[in-house]
């Protein structure tokens, strides 16, 4: 009878044990699917329930850390030390040594990439000067976006009690990397690159597996469970999903492919550009000197669509024209195209005069402009959406397209905007050829 009192008690606490265990496992789920071109909510479930977020953190400092870059308070090949606090950061990390010094662009990509933690807090010290003086800025910065659920407390994601998001959050801040950041965004897209000396390769196992995926951010810790913001594209669509509180990686990412294929059939083939709301800068380096403020390059038609190039539309600058693109932190195979100087909104920017002081006399509007020609259809798609999200006078009510050509090596991909007046053709490519992207204008009778 004794020995049978202890079998059951044995049992009992066996019970009790693999409950427990599964409920610290357990995290609750979450889901939703936005449509990037304007926010529109395609599909959500407790898409507002605060969650733990884990490495989905280090898309707010990242955004943070673009920027700090972008408002020239750091360079990307500016180097900055490593603390003891960061260098003994918990794995995943990129391992770096303390006391030794980290160019910016490698954090962002160990950040972005492998989702290093030291690298995340390294970001985080150099700009914020603390974990918490970072935490603050992130957290003014989650409610400038309209992030209302949020609250951080450090810069990688590991569990903490109030360090919390919600999935609508996150698609939020998605869009705010997409637009606010074109430049930058493509390092969210990179399997393979090179940080601190060190070959690093993606956490997302999305890339490569899914038709049109796009990258963005993995997370896990086992109070957050399986995490994934996830961006694809297709055609003239672009779907952001986000799961939350997966149970493993490959049903995160099943589920999450399933959440891509649920907003492409959902989300009209065409749809006008809602941007999200302008934020103005507020990332304060601390202890950082600001330089002197740039002088305006472009006009406001031109800074626009500087801002809607994606990854895929990036392509390399003239060696002549020392302009930013997103190959100042991510390294591609391809020669990159196109590369204009960005200009904040509100910066004081106004549409300058083009040196065509000639009047172009009244003609049928039938010249086209062509922005080139790719062996890679998603990046046509990235450089027609990205006329479309530009508010340049001349193309108002034009929509580009896409035509399929015939090169020497095979199939190709022709973007182009038709049904221009000459005046306006020839003003919109003279301003885009003076800033190193491919434009011609073409009449008629070519």
Not at 48 to 64: D, F, G, I
Not at 168 to 196: G, Q
Not at 343 to 365: E, F, I, Y
């Amino acid at each position: 009878m004794r020995l049978l009192g202890r079998g059951i008690v044995f049992v009992a606490l066996c019970v009790v044990t693999v409950v427990v265990a599964t409920g610290a496992q357990a995290a609750p789920y979450a889901a939703i699917v936005m449509d990037m071109r304007n926010g529109a909510v395609l599909h959500e479930d407790h898409a507002n329930r605060v969650q733990h977020p884990a490495s989905l953190t280090k898309m707010m400092t990242l955004y943070l850390a673009f920027e700090a870059v972008e408002s020239g308070q750091f360079g990307l090949d500016e180097t900055v030390r490593v603390s003891r606090t960061a260098s003994r950061q918990p794995p995943s990390k990129l391992y770096l040594k303390q006391g030794s010094r980290v160019s910016i662009r490698s954090l962002i990509r160990a950040a972005a990439i492998k989702s290093a933690n030291d690298a995340a807090m390294a970001l985080a010290e150099a700009i914020g000067g603390s974990q918490a003086g970072f935490a603050n800025l992130m957290n003014e910065k989650a409610r400038a976006l309209g992030m209302r659920n949020t609250h951080f407390k450090n810069p990688h994601g590991l569990t903490q009690k109030g360090h919390v998001t919600t999935a609508h959050d996150m698609a939020i801040l998605a869009r705010h990397l997409y637009f606010d950041f074109p430049e930058y965004y493509n390092v969210f897209s990179k399997r393979t690159d090179i940080a601190a000396g060190k070959r690093i390769w993606t956490t997302n196992r999305l890339l490569g597996s899914y038709r049109g995926a796009e990258g963005m951010k993995t997370g896990y810790t086992r109070a957050a469970g399986y995490n994934l913001v996830a961006v694809a594209a297709r055609g003239n669509e672009r779907v952001i999903a986000v799961v939350m509180g997966g149970r493993s990686s490959r049903w995160r990412n099943q589920k999450v492919a399933e959440l891509l294929d649920l907003g492409f059939r959902k989300a009209p083939t065409q749809v006008a550009i809602v941007r999200p709301q302008a934020v103005a800068t507020s990332t304060r380096v601390a202890e950082a000197p600001v330089p002197e403020p740039k002088p305006d390059l472009a006009p406001t038609g031109l800074a626009a669509l500087s801002d809607a190039f994606t990854s895929q539309a990036v392509a390399a600058t003239r060696p002549s024209a020392p302009i930013r693109v997103a190959g100042n932190i991510g390294t591609r195979n391809a020669p990159v195209r196109a590369g204009l100087p960005r200009v904040k909104p509100g910066s004081g920017a106004t549409r300058v005069a083009l040196r065509d002081p000639k009047p172009m006399p009244l003609a049928r509007p039938d010249w086209s402009v062509t922005l080139g020609e790719y062996r890679d259809q998603a990046e046509a798609v990235a450089i027609a959406a990205s006329v479309s999200l530009a508010d340049i006078s001349a193309l108002q009510g034009v929509a580009p397209r896409i035509q399929e050509v015939n090169g020497s090596r095979g199939k190709l991909y022709k973007v182009e905007v038709t049904g221009l007046a000459p005046h306006d053709a020839e003003t919109t490519c003279s301003a885009l050829r003076a800033h190193g992207t491919t434009c011609a204008a073409v009449s008629p009778q070519n």
